[in-house]
C-alpha cells in the first residue's frame, strides 16, 4: 500500500498518522503539501488530525478549496481510498466528499479524552482487521466533532449502511453519555456510498504501540495495509 | 462598493453557543430572552461598482465559501 498524508498549514497529527502507517506497511508515507498538485501512484490519501488554517471561518474550510484538493477529488472519483481524521472528517465534509457536517461540540468544550467506538460493520477496507459490532477504544481530541446531517442523510447513511463507528459505552451501549460531543445518532466515523472514503472523528492512529497505552487503533491501519497490499 | 454578509446556522441547527449566551444573561437578571442565535458578520470591500454585480458577486462568495449551506444560510447585503 503506496500511502500518502497530505499537510496543511496547522495541522499537527501528520507525524502520528506517519508513524501508524509506518507500522502496518513498512514503509514511510509519502508527506504532501497542500499547495502540490498531483497524486500519482498512491493508494491511500489520508487527511490528518490538526487545525488547518487555523480553524478560521469554519474547521477545514480553507483547506477544502486548496491546491492539492482538485487531484484528491479525483483520486476519489477513480475509487482510489481517503482517510479523513478529525480535521480531516472535517475537510471532507467540507469539501462534499462526505455528506453532513461537524458542528460545535454540544457541550461547547474541547473534548481531549478517550471514548469508545463500536464497529458498526467490519466488511471495509478499512475495518477487515476488527469484527462486527467490536468496541474499541480511542483517544479524541477536538472542539467541533458534534456530526449533524439532515434527517434524509441520516436515514440514508444508515439504510445505505454508511454508518462506520459510533460512540458506544464500554461494553458497546449507545448512550447519551457516551456521545460528549452530541453528534447524531452517535456518529463518529461515515463511509461514501463506494466505502472507499472514511471520515472518523476520534484518533485510531494514536494508539497503535504499546508505548502510547495500547494498541486498540492498529487494526485499522493493519486492515488497511492488508486490503490495499499490491 | 461594500458587502456585508450574515452567515446564520439554519434552524433546527443545535447552537450551543447561543444556548449559553441566553443561559447567561438569564444568570445576570435578563428576563424574557427567548432563543439566542449567534452568526458571523462578514464584510467585504468590493471593487465592483455596480450594486447587482457586487451582489452577485457576494452570493457567488457567500455559496461557495463563507456559509456551509448543510448548515448555514446567509444574506447579502450591498452598503
Known amino acids: 500500500m503506496k500511502a500518502a498524508i497530505v499537510v496543511f498549514p496547522g495541522i499537527n497529527r501528520e507525524r502520528d498518522m506517519a508513524i501508524a502507517l509506518e507500522l502496518a506497511t513498512g514503509h514511510r508515507p509519502r508527506m504532501i503539501w497542500h499547495k502540490e498538485t498531483v497524486l500519482e501512484g498512491i493508494d491511500l490519501v489520508v487527511l490528518p488530525g490538526g487545525f488547518s488554517s487555523g480553524d478560521y471561518l469554519r474547521c477545514g474550510a480553507m483547506a477544502a478549496h486548496s491546491p492539492i484538493m482538485p487531484a484528491i477529488h479525483e483520486h476519489a472519483r477513480r475509487g482510489g481510498h481517503v482517510l479523513g481524521v478529525c480535521n480531516g472528517f472535517q475537510i471532507l465534509t467540507e469539501a462534499g466528499l462526505l455528506p453532513g457536517a461537524l458542528l460545535r461540540n454540544a457541550g461547547l468544550r474541547f473534548l481531549s479524552m478517550d471514548c469508545h467506538l463500536r464497529v458498526e460493520r467490519a466488511d471495509t477496507d478499512f475495518a ?79 494508539l497503535v504501540d504499546p508505548l502510547m497505552g495500547g494498541t486498540d487503533g492498529k487494526p485499522l491501519f493493519d486492515g488497511l495495509a492488508a486490503a490495499l497490499a499490491a | 462598493m461594500k458587502a456585508v454578509v450574515t452567515v446564520m446556522l439554519k434552524e433546527g441547527v443545535l447552537d450551543p453557543q447561543g444556548k449559553a449566551i441566553g443561559h447567561a444573561l438569564g444568570v445576570l437578571g435578563f428576563t424574557g430572552v427567548g432563543e439566542v442565535r449567534v452568526g458571523k458578520r462578514i464584510e467585504l470591500d468590493l471593487a465592483e461598482n455596480d450594486p447587482e454585480a457586487a451582489r452577485k458577486s457576494a452570493e457567488d462568495m457567500g455559496s461557495s465559501l463563507l456559509a456551509n449551506l448543510v448548515i448555514e444560510s446567509f444574506k447579502v447585503e450591498i452598503v
Not at chain 1, 469484527?131 to 477504544?137: A, D, L, T, Y
Not at chain 1, 454508518?163 to 452530541?182: E, L, Q, S
Request: aromatic share 8%; no cysteine.
Open chain 1, 128 to 206: 477487515g482487521h476488527y469484527q462486527n459490532g467490536q468496541v474499541f477504544r480511542a483517544p479524541m481530541a477536538h472542539g467541533d466533532g458534534n456530526y449533524f446531517a439532515s434527517a434524509e442523510t441520516l436515514n440514508r447513511l444508515e439504510g445505505e449502511g454508511l454508518v462506520g463507528f459510533r460512540y458506544v459505552t464500554p461494553t458497546g451501549a449507545i448512550t447519551d453519555a457516551a456521545n460528549r460531543n452530541g453528534s447524531q445518532r452517535n456518529i463518529a466515523g461515515i463511509y461514501s456510498p463506494n466505502l472507499r472514503v472514511l471520515g472518523l472523528m476520534p484518533h485510531p492512529e494514536d
